[in-house]
């Protein structure tokens, strides 16, 4: 990730967090926000049009409106066309990421990765959670699971720069190199 890209993201994620906050409305905002980045990491559509520079600010703002005016608080959407008008909104994906960051820096909420090869249920996340939250003194855990059918069974868990490997095919793997070792 660019560094440029970084410094002009965060400025714009800690202003919507400060304005969230002074209108109460940060638990609204992130969950619209939330909502908002999914659209886009789903629609390759939107993505080009926004970050096409020969597309006027207008007609992003008329497709923008018409995606997310009566879907999200009107603040939010007022923030978004404001980056329109700013030439910013080719970073609004980073931006949102940033506010989630700085949000789960605010809350102190740890956001953990778990990799299994199956689905894993509702009841299974609570427990992992509980137990992350154990590991790592955390009020709150996020928890953020992907399917990886390459583990054969198990499970990895990222935290951070930590990684808790208890699948089956890390344990082959410890066990070739221990036996190529020796």
Known sequence: MSNLKEKIAVPYA????NHAQSMNLLSEATKDLSSILTVLSESQDLQK???????NG????EVLKKLFENQVNDFVMHFILILVDRRRVSFLSLIIEKY?????LLESTTIAEVYCPVDI???QQEILIEKIKYITNS????LIVTKDTDLIGGFIIK???KI???SLSGKLKRMSLYLNTN
Do not use: M, R
């Open 14 to 17: 800690e202003a919507l967090i």
């Open 49 to 55: 049009v926004l970050l096409n520079p020969l597309i």
């Open 58 to 61: 207008t007609i992003k703002k």
């Open 100 to 104: 989630l960051e700085l949000l789960y």
């Open 121 to 123: 249920t509702e009841a």
């Open 139 to 142: 009020t709150q855990v996020k």
């Open 159 to 161: 935290i951070g720069s």
């Open 164 to 166: 808790i490997d208890l």
